[in-house]
């Protein structure tokens, strides 16, 4: 019923709290469970906290990194107490369910959790479309894990017997803008445009825009094209 969304646990620390999570899934019905730079995280430990939840178990992935784990989904949703500057910040979970259910109509949906201590890092927090602050005190705003996973899934929940929200069209998959932001570095980097630093810091930003931008798939593609196009021209007039 749910298999549209992916759950994504990025370097989890506690097995304990990677059983509550398979749980919280289990209770919620959904199945898909992505663990990201987890390898210290093993399937059979999981099974001693979760009880009866083979068949999660059995479809547990597992990545080296998170720009794998989220190269077929076109919508990322990350959910930390911090907020970041360059992605929309969301507290109204109800209202969100019930349109990530309109996104899910059209391509993979991925739920984004941080590790236990830190939460999500900037790298994480850019590589999201909207950035969910669950409505709890402010005075005490760090959740549980597993507790952050269960309510964002029961709303999910809650969500799938309400009418879907429309949403315009389907989003390109975080894989195809990783190609168009590549190409685009290229180019810049041919160009000089960074001036100092790695560039960390403007790949990004400009990950943001793209994000904000809501690109399909035939834009990004050609984004991708243009930026070629123009690497091509800035290197026959070098040379």
Known sequence: MFDQFVIILRRPRDVRNCGAVVRAMKNMGFSRL????????????????????DDILARIEHYDDLATALGDTSLVVGTSARLHANVQLRSD?????????????????????????????????????????????????????????LLVLYELRQAATAPLTPTPRALATAASLDRSLATVGQLLGAIDFVKSGDGATLR?????????????EREAA???AVAREVLRYVERSTK
């Open 93 to 149: 979970i109800r209202d969100l369910a019930a349109e990530l259910h309109g996104y899910a109509r059209y391509g993979l949906v991925a739920l984004l959790f941080g590790p236990e201590d830190k939460g999500l890092d900037n790298e994480a927090l850019a590589r999201c479309h909207i950035l969910l602050r669950l409505p709890v005190d402010l005075a005490y705003p760090s959740l549980n894990l597993a507790q952050a996973v």
């Open 34 to 53: 992505r663990l990201v730079e987890a390898a210290d995280v093993r399937v059979e430990d999981i099974l001693g906290i979760a009880h009866r939840s």
């Open 204 to 216: 990004r930003e400009l990950r943001a825009i793209l994000n904000r931008a809501q690109l399909d």
């Open 222 to 224: 050609l984004l991708t």
